[in-house]
């Protein structure tokens, strides 16, 4: 079952076309790079598929609901890391954590599933419970990440998840990948850092002026 | 519903507790209100019997001037961080949403209507008649402004305009509030010879209609 | 949506829109004619005293300003409904359409408060009188369509104003009867007559003059309404032609940038 459908997807965000015909499927458990030129559309494709951006022209299915009329099905299931990181800056990074794992419905479980985060995300500790506002960037890119992993969403959206993240940060964000996909999530991830994620996915996809410009397998390092 | 409640009060807390670390309302909005009170007395040239008979209206003038504040610093919770998106992505019911969130601009509303009676009492020498439809206004109408300031706040923020929209979309339609809150409190103060339980009906029959509307037209509004 | 592409002079007139607007100004002069020169200023003589009060000659805005009241009143309802239809439709038609009854609207509702105003002057003796509930109602109506019209101007484009400005409408017109209690308790008098057509002297030319001036103004609203929807019907295709545009653009864009990610991918893997 592919994940992703898309075909002749035309996206308007006020007047300009940020997709103008994009065709796309993606697999189930694969991941896939994305990368282009700034303004290709990259972003405007994570949020559409997020359930964000409506398409205007085109047919969408993610996760296998039409994004037109069911979307809102597929905003539960999907987790979106953007460029805006999504915190409250004046809740502690547990807060926040745990704040977004109630809101996504865990209930009882909530506390624990962030407790695990925040673990995984080496946000434990006296750094728990320090205001979002007082750490430094590439923690609360991290938060924000633990935000995203306790909703274990079906579908990953990453826009460069990696951006501003020290060496550590990043492997951990790798490995945090790595179990997703295997746990049978699939990724989607924009990154300007081809040799880093290419250790993740051998799927590379092009995007430019909002259509698909080259998509194909590339070679695996350190296979 | 249960589902709707949990949701409610999720959001309404984690407002709350922003509120309370931040202290904008202590900090800002509530010296704004006592300023709003002066700046009255001096403009009506202190007159204690102008002002005595004038307090009802100034009071809730005051508390709508505060509620524009207390909602523009509610939308920008949510969209300093874009923390927007991921209340979209994350299933709860645009009318428990709005429901937290409202609930959260009324405590505060609460808060504030509390500080400017003790501020008219001892400004304006205005006297506490009947406590009960005092009370009873205070927290009707609350819930009045807060309904309509949750969802026109949503309104000019979604539009990603500037906060000047808010004040014209929001102060005419509050102003069955303001006739009817001020007259309520005409009675509970003794200002004038009115009955102002007639008015906490409509004042009801307002924040139920705003109320049942924000929760509907907030799914409209956030749909996408 | 090809008429941008099709036609090369574009207007918002057409044989039809002509001749209503003939009639229209033909209708204007009449009225004002028969308002201004054939009906009778409003003269009563009181029975015991044989003192001569009424309106006298300001009577004859009446012919102008009631008219106009009615025809606000069903343009804001046009726009409520046709928001309504929006909401459930989700279709330009009823956008464009509420959209154009309410700038109309607004137009005719300042112009009712205006005349209402001058003829208060001399008949109530004073501009403006808080605490009528008809005076009151309709200016906050008019405020309420101000802010309506400012969330449309503020948009960026006219889709994202849509859904917003349909629930502005719904509840400016669902706080109307809310706005018009509490008015009326508020001082609970009214200086309106009950019907202005009940109390006057009602004579077969008074009553036509009103009847004619309800035609009227239902001409120019509706001439006005036309036009204004035109002019937005046009505005959308505008937005759909610019994107189709831009979609080509955009491809165009693609088709040179592959050439640029090719040249990064041998880069890249050398």
């Not at chain 1, 996909?181 to 430019?208: F, K, M, N, Q, W």
């Not at chain 3, 400012?150 to 349909?166: C, F, Q």
Request: with cysteine.
């Amino acid at each position: 079952m592919s994940v992703v459908e898309l075909r002749g997807v035309v996206a308007v965000l006020g007047r300009f076309p940020a997709l103008a015909g994009l065709d796309l499927t993606v697999a189930a458990g694969e991941t896939v790079l994305v990368q282009g030129p700034n303004g290709g559309g990259k972003s405007t494709l994570l949020r559409l598929c997020a359930g964000l951006v409506v398409p205007t022209r085109g047919e969408a299915r993610v996760l296998g609901f039409d994004l037109v009329v069911e979307r809102h099905a597929v905003r539960r299931r999907v987790g979106l890391l953007g460029h805006a990181t999504g915190l409250y800056d004046d809740l502690t990074v547990a807060e926040n954590v745990i704040f977004w794992a109630r809101a996504a419905g865990l209930g009882r479980a909530a506390e624990a599933r962030a407790n695990w985060a925040l673990g995984r995300l080496g946000l434990d500790g006296p750094l728990a419970d320090q205001a979002v506002r007082t750490v430094s960037a590439g923690q609360r890119r991290r938060t924000s990440l633990a935000a995203l992993a306790v909703r274990r969403p079906d579908l990953w959206l990453l826009d460069e998840p990696h951006a501003g993240l020290d060496q550590e940060g990043r492997d951990v964000v790798d490995d945090l990948i790595g179990e997703a996909v295997a746990a049978g999530a699939t990724v989607i991830v924009s990154s300007h850092e081809l040799d880093r994620v290419r250790r993740l996915s051998p799927r590379v996809v092009t995007l430019a002026g909002g259509t698909l410009v080259g998509d194909r397998l590339g070679v695996v390092r350190d296979a | 519903m249960r589902e709707v409640l949990a949701d409610l009060s999720l959001v309404a807390a984690k407002d709350l507790r922003i509120e309370f670390r931040s202290r904008v309302l202590a900090n800002q909005v509530a010296p704004f209100a006592l300023l709003v009170l002066v700046l009255f007395g001096v403009a009506l040239d202190a007159d204690q019997r102008t002002l005595r008979s004038f307090a009802p209206g100034l009071f809730w003038v005051a508390v709508l001037l505060c509620a524009l504040l207390a909602v523009q610093r509610s939308v920008a919770v949510e969209r300093a961080d874009d923390a927007v998106v991921g209340l979209r992505l994350s299933g709860m019911s645009p009318s428990a949403l709005f429901l937290g969130k409202a609930t959260a601009v009324l405590v505060q509303l609460l808060v504030l209507e509390v500080l400017l009676t003790g501020g008219i009492i001892v400004l304006y020498r205005s006297s506490v008649e009947d406590v009960a439809l005092l009370v009873l206004t205070g927290l009707t109408a609350g819930v009045a402004v807060a309904a309509a300031g949750t969802l026109y706040g949503a309104m000019a923020a979604g539009l990603g305009v500037r906060e000047t929209l808010l004040p014209i979309l929001l102060l005419p339609v509050l102003a069955p509030v303001l006739i009817g809150a001020t007259r309520a409190f005409d009675d509970a103060l003794g200002a004038a010879a009115v009955d102002g339980w007639a008015w906490l009906v409509l004042l009801a029959g307002l924040a139920v209609v705003l109320t049942l509307v924000g929760a509907l037209a907030y799914r409209v509004l956030v749909e996408d | 949506m090809d008429i941008l592409a099709t036609e090369s002079r574009i207007t918002t007139g057409s044989r039809g829109t002509r001749l209503l607007g003939l009639a229209a100004l033909a209708g204007v002069l009449a009225l004002l004619v028969f308002a201004f020169v054939l009906t009778d200023p409003d003269v009563r003589t009181h029975p015991t005293s044989g003192e001569e009060f009424g309106q006298f000659d300001a009577v004859r805005l009446l012919y102008l300003h009631v008219p106009m009241a009615i025809l606000t009143y069903a343009a804001y309802a046009l726009c409520a409904a046709a928001s309504a239809g929006y909401l459930l439709r989700r279709t330009p038609w009823w956008d464009v359409t509420a959209h154009a009854a309410a700038e109309v609207g607004t137009l005719v509702c300042a112009l009712v408060l205006v005349t209402g105003s001058i003829w208060g002057r001399p008949v109530w003796n004073t501009w403006w009188e808080w605490g009528d509930v008809r005076l009151m109602t309709t200016l906050l109506l008019f405020l309420l369509f101000l802010g309506y019209l400012a969330l449309r101007r503020a948009a960026v484009d006219p889709e994202s104003a849509a859904r917003p400005a349909a629930v502005v409408a719904l509840v400016a017109v669902l706080d109307i009867p809310l706005v018009n209690r509490s008015v009326e308790w508020w001082e609970n008098r009214t200086l309106h007559q009950k019907s202005t057509l009940a109390e006057l002297k009602i004579e077969d030319l008074t009553l036509f003059t009103l009847v004619l001036g309800i035609v009227v103004f239902g001409l120019v609203v509706t001439w006005l309404l036309l036009h204004r929807f035109r002019v937005g019907w046009l505005e959308r295709a505008e937005v759909t032609h610019g994107i189709d545009r831009a979609i080509a653009e955009r491809r165009g864009v693609a088709s040179t940038t592959g050439v640029d990610s090719t040249v990064g991918q041998t880069r890249e893997e050398s």
